[in-house]
């Protein structure tokens, strides 16, 4: 079992910046890919953004290219989502995601096995 806690998330004005942090805990010697998702209100759930173990290889959306950067420090088994220019569009609960299983992909949510509780980003416009 994997554990994770997000964490860095607040109210912040359009362009502005937040890191988000995820801790994982537990079996982490498992983890393969960890990414971001985000859900605004009455939409449903995207993917954001993913990194692999090595931290070799990342993936982002669209909608996150250019202002997004996603990182690991496997020494602290924590992955961070550094997001600037904010817009009022990125509002969201964000979530942190861990996939322990290998072969899949990775933009959707059952591509991930573990999920953090998520934490509400606010930008005003």
């Known amino acids: 079992q994997v554990q994770l806690v997000e964490s860095g998330g607040g109210l912040v004005q359009a362009g502005g910046s937040l890191r988000l942090s995820c801790a994982a805990s537990?079996?982490?010697?498992?983890?393969?890919?960890m990414g971001w998702f985000r859900q605004a209100p009455g939409k449903e759930r995207e993917f954001v953004v993913a990194?692999?173990?090595?931290?070799?290889?990342?993936y982002y959306a669209d909608s996150a290219k250019g202002r997004l950067t996603i990182s690991r420090d496997n020494a602290k088994n924590t992955v961070y989502l550094q997001m600037n220019s904010l817009k009022p569009e990125d509002t969201a609960v964000y979530y942190c995601?861990?996939?322990?299983?290998?072969?899949?992909?990775?933009?959707?949510?059952?591509?991930?096995?573990?999920w953090g509780q998520g934490t509400q980003v606010t930008v005003s416009s």
């Open positions: 990194i692999t173990r090595s931290g070799g290889n990342t």
């Open positions: 995601a861990a996939q322990v299983v290998a072969g899949r992909g990775i933009t959707r949510e059952v591509d991930f096995d573990s």
């Open positions: 537990g079996r982490t010697f498992s983890i393969y890919i």
